[in-house]
């Protein structure tokens, strides 16, 4: 494999968490309401993901894992939007070239499925498969051919909290989809796929957590901002559990944070470093996904409509709380 095209998948592919997470948006594009995901030591030596989505046509399978072979629509202006997942026919190559893959798979439509193998970019096999609708996806050995890459992943534990923390936000974003994790043998995420967002936030963060919510529900300036803000728990003070979402999307924006923050200074039931699970429902031309390769940190074309819209909803909802 040519070098460029190795460095290159490792823009989109870092480190397991990455992998994981555009393998969870491919199962969510696919229509899945139940995915696993599985890990070994971090999810450098080990990764599976097994959903019940739409699967994959056996003459789409090689396909599949060509550079920029999407089956997604993507025009032009749909890049603009954040309503878009995933690199745009970019993760299947350059995890396989990057790592020994396993793809089984079973379109609802074919009545025998496909198991496909590819290593390092190369194709190893090609077999119809007896296997139940949808898809399930083995990653074995990230890197095992980059070792420049490999040498920059971190211990197993790191890489393997922040697999857990991507499917965190994943879970909490898709209240709809039941979502198990397995880490090292053990089952450490369950979430019911119910549809209520208390019952993945319960999932994830417990029941201390869930005990103080305080529930937001807000319109103001064409925006809609919905969900749950809460004290953190007990050696939790920090800013990993303010869960920020776009029109479903997990983002990073300066402007809600302290927005947030704002708002709840002088709470006594919420305190310094509010956490909150919050989705702001906004009209895609209005945000500016541009700032950030991985589009997690966001701007918008206007920040002040957001500032106050994230302040009241969340004033308003303390003011119900605290009295
Ligand atoms: P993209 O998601 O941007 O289209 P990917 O490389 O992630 O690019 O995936 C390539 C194609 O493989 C997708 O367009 C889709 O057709 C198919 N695919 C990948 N994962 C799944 C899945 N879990 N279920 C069904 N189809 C999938
Ligand atoms: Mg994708």
């Known amino acids: 494999k040519h070098t460029a095209e190795l460095i290159a998948a490792g823009e989109v592919v870092e480190r397991p968490s990455s992998v994981v997470k555009e393998l969870l948006e491919n199962s969510i594009d696919a229509g899945a309401t139940q995915i696993t995901v599985e890990i070994m030591h971090g999810g450098i030596d080990y990764l599976r993901i097994t959903d019940n989505g739409c699967g994959i046509l056996k003459e789409d399978v090689r396909n599949a894992f060509k550079r920029n ?49 590819i290593d390092g970019g190369e194709e190893i096999s090609f077999d119809d498969a007896g296997c139940p609708d949808g898809t399930t996806l083995i990653m074995r050995n990230l890197f095992y051919n980059v070792p420049a890459r490999y040498k920059f992943l971190k211990k197993d534990v790191a ?23 397995i880490r090292d ?54 800013r990993n559990m303010q869960n920020t979402f776009i029109n479903g999307r997990f983002v990073k924006s300066r402007t809600i944070s302290v927005a947030l923050e704002e708002a709840c200074k002088g709470s006594i039931m919420i305190g310094k470093f509010p956490s909150c699970v919050l989705n702001l429902q906004i009209s895609p031309e209005a945000v500016d996904v541009n700032v950030h390769p991985a589009k997690i940190e966001v701007r918008f074309i206007n920040e002040r409509p957001v500032f106050d819209t994230v302040y009241h909803g969340v004033k308003s909802a303390l003011l119900r709380g605290d009295s």
């Not at 993760?91 to 990057?98: K, R």
């Not at 890489?159 to 994790?181: C, M, Q, R, W, Y």
């Open 69 to 117: 072979a999407t089956s997604k629509i993507s025009v032009d202006s749909d890049l603009e939007k954040i309503g878009t997942l995933g690199f745009r026919g970019e993760a299947l190559a350059s995890i396989s070239s990057v790592s020994k893959v396993q793809l089984i798979t079973k379109a609802k439509e074919e009545n025998i499925g496909s198991a496909y193998e």
């Open 185 to 238: 043998n053990k089952r450490v995420l369950k979430t019911a796929g119910d549809g209520k967002l208390m019952s993945s936030i319960y999932a994830v963060y417990g029941r201390d957590f869930a005990s103080t919510l305080i529930p937001v529900d807000y319109e103001l300036n064409g925006m809609k901002l919905t969900g749950y803000i809460s004290r953190p728990t007990n050696g939790r003070a920090n």
């Open 159 to 181: 890489e393997g909290n922040a697999v857990a923390s991507v499917i965190d936000k994943i879970a909490l974003s898709h209240p709809e989809i039941a979502i198990t994790f």
